[in-house]
């Protein structure tokens, strides 16, 4: 008897018939970026063979040097979807602004926003790395997009996912219906349905975070830090968790997602006037947090769920705290109890982003 075997198409399709309203073109926009993560794993999986390692003489948004692969990536998303009439502008990571949907070509009701290549710093060491995509609907008047369909809260997202580069190549999504995730089989170019219905597993295992900067961090990260370690005095039972990190997000995040655990990146209290740390909201945090909800865990701010922030800016900063709800949580009390005068520094930076908008 053969296997069943569930391609990523098939199980969109399946996906789109418990939406009698879909019209086809979220299952379409999906595959795109399926096809998109074909291409950029034939590159990632041969980095070192073909003249595409290393380093651009260009930087991105954020006055980081762009890696050959980060543009390779980020060029093959843009083409493979500003001609398909599914979307009606995109956002990257590696642009300042909105990328438009070329007037030679009609445009459709979504918006996309990606991260062509996360943790592209580790590509030359052989680190995974991944793609991380969410998908928004157009919210305001007119066929092309504009920055506001971009600004929408994570709770209101269509889809989100990552590709992750690694071991293996997989694609993770949800629609809100669940995570399922598809490993890439390259001998038939195909991805096939490995793990359906996702659940972050209870308790968690791991945590997540580059501890090196502990000393930088405020007192009620500094206190779950601790806690992690099983090294919390008020709780001396308290069980140590496994430390592990990679550095990519997507990596971290998705060993947390199959084996339970937290990944975290706070603020760096040396640098009183960016209380929101390194992670981008709208590019990594808003994905991942959706992701974490759909399987049962949870994504906090370190003030609040991630899902209902109202992003002011395209390349908003957030802290991060995202996995198992219950060791999330006690990041939220830890840093509520001890953190006051940060959280009133981040409380100020989101109204000031809010003014901004
Ligand atoms: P650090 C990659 O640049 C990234 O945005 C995430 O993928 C990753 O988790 C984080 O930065 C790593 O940052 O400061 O620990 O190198």
Redesign the pocket.
């Known amino acids: 008897m053969f296997p069943k075997i569930i391609t990523i198409e098939r199980h969109i399709l399946e996906q789109q018939r418990m939406h009698p309203e879909a019209t086809g073109e979220l299952t379409s926009l999906l595959y795109d970026l399926a096809l998109a993560g074909k291409i950029i794993a034939s590159q990632t999986t041969r980095a070192g063979i073909s003249d595409i390692l290393g380093a651009t003489d260009s930087q991105n948004t954020y006055g ?1 040097t762009q890696q050959k692969l980060d543009v390779f990536a980020d060029t093959i998303i843009r083409r493979m979807n500003d001609h398909t009439e599914r979307l009606c502008a995109m956002a990257s990571e590696e642009h300042e602004n909105i990328i438009p949907i070329p007037p030679r070509y009609g445009t459709g009701k979504y918006v996309l926003l990606y ?1 062509p290549l ?4 580790n590509i030359d060491v052989n680190v995974s790395v991944g793609t991380i995509f969410a998908i928004h609907r157009k919210r305001t008047d007119g066929e092309h997009g504009v920055v506001g369909d971009m600004l929408q809260p994570g709770r209101d997202l269509v889809a989100a996912g990552y590709m992750i580069y690694g071991s293996s190549t997989m694609m993770i999504y949800s629609t809100g219906q669940g995570v399922h995730g598809f490993t890439l089989d390259p001998s038939v170019g195909e991805f096939t349905l490995t793990h359906p219905d996702l659940r972050i597993p209870e308790p968690g295992k791991f945590y997540s975070c ?1 501890q090196g ?1 502990e000393k930088y961090w405020s007192t009620g990260v500094q206190k779950f830090t601790k806690w992690l370690q099983g090294l919390d005095e008020s709780d001396p039972d308290a069980k140590a968790f496994g430390h592990r ?6 990596a ?1 995040f998705h060993r947390n997602l199959l084996q339970g655990g937290v ?1 975290y ?1 706070p603020a760096d209290m040396r640098k009183p006037d960016q209380p929101a740390g ?3 909201l709208l590019f ?1 945090a808003q994905a991942m947090a959706f992701l974490a909800e759909s399987a049962g865990g949870y994504g906090s701010d370190g003030v609040g769920n991630l899902l209902d922030l109202q992003p002011h800016e395209l390349h908003q900063r957030v802290p991060v705290f995202i996995g198992n709800r219950h060791m999330v949580e006690r990041a939220e009390a830890l840093i509520r109890e001890h953190d006051q005068a940060w959280i009133d520094r981040y409380m100020a930076y989101r109204s000031k982003t809010m003014e901004t908008a």
Do not use: P, T
């Open positions: 980081e991260d996360d943790g592209s710093s580059n900067y990190y990679v550095g990519s997000m997507v971290d990944f990146y390194k992670i981008r990594e």
